[in-house]
């Protein structure tokens, strides 16, 4: 199933830009670590079971100090548990200010807070434009219900 929902994922995002992506994530990213590597070799992954939004800021800012903040930056993070709008302008406005490209992936998860999370992504791409939105939720389910896929 991981290695479906990768290979969607990485139809939409532009993969000419391989060399040049972080990917902070929670333990989705975890579990689908090698196919991430398998397409995109040289992308930087930060990912931990049971990461909150609430701390990419800090993993952006020691990602930066060790040179590893890339230019598309992709936070995948909102399955265990809720954000604020503010959280996520702080996040996307200190990326943007280093001139990094903003690609978040909306969450799928049986919890309450599915909802909340991806309500929140969409009101972040209202108020700033310019960053993508993943649609993990509908990937997933289009793709993990096809058998045509390797």
């Not at 929670?26 to 992954?45: F, M």
């Not at 200190?94 to 309500?119: A, I, M």
């Amino acid at each position: 199933m991981l290695k479906k929902l990768i290979f969607g994922v990485l139809a939409v995002i532009n993969i000419t830009f391989a060399e040049e992506i972080t990917i902070i994530g929670d333990s989705l990213t975890v579990g689908a670590e090698k196919y991430i590597r398998y397409y995109i070799p040289n992308a930087v992954i930060d990912a931990k079971v049971g990461r909150k939004f609430q701390e990419a800021m800090d993993r952006i800012l020691d990602l930066e100090s060790k040179g590893l903040l890339k230019d598309i930056v992709v936070i995948a993070l909102g399955t265990n548990g809720y954000f604020s709008v503010e959280e996520g302008l702080k996040v996307i406005d200190y990326l943007q200010s280093r001139n990094k490209k903003v690609v978040f992936v909306n969450t799928k998860v049986p919890r309450w807070w599915e909802s909340d999370v991806n309500n929140t992504y969409e009101e972040l791409k209202r108020l700033r434009p310019n960053i993508k939105i993943i649609d993990w939720k509908t990937i997933s389910n289009v793709i993990c219900s096809r058998n045509d896929i390797p």
